[in-house]
């Protein structure tokens, strides 16, 4: 699910954030994730994605941030 956010900043029509959802499922606890992003901004002060993975079964949870020159990580596996 994706969610725009104009700025509030300035009043204007453009979308200056982006919240995505989404919910998977894994075949077992064992499924090694990564997280990969090769979608970025071309300004530079927005091209990080704040990232927050939860496994409610496990009661996990996995913070981190993916920039250009950092466009991965594996998931609850550090």
């Known amino acids: 699910m994706l969610n725009p956010e104009a700025s509030h900043k300035h009043k204007s029509d453009n979308i200056d954030q982006v919240t995505i959802t989404g919910r998977y499922s894994l075949p077992s606890k064992?499924?090694?994730?990564n997280f990969n992003v090769k979608l970025f901004s071309n300004n530079e002060h927005k091209q990080h994605y704040q990232i927050t993975a939860?496994?409610?079964?496990?009661k996990?949870?996995?913070?981190?941030?993916?920039?250009?020159?950092?466009?991965?990580?594996k998931v609850f596996n550090n």
Not at 54 to 58: A, D, L, R, S, V
Not at 62 to 69: D, M, V, W
């Open 54 to 58: 939860t496994n409610k079964t496990q």
């Open 60 to 73: 996990l949870t996995h913070q981190f941030e993916l920039s250009p020159t950092s466009p991965f990580s």
């Open 30 to 33: 064992l499924t090694k994730v």
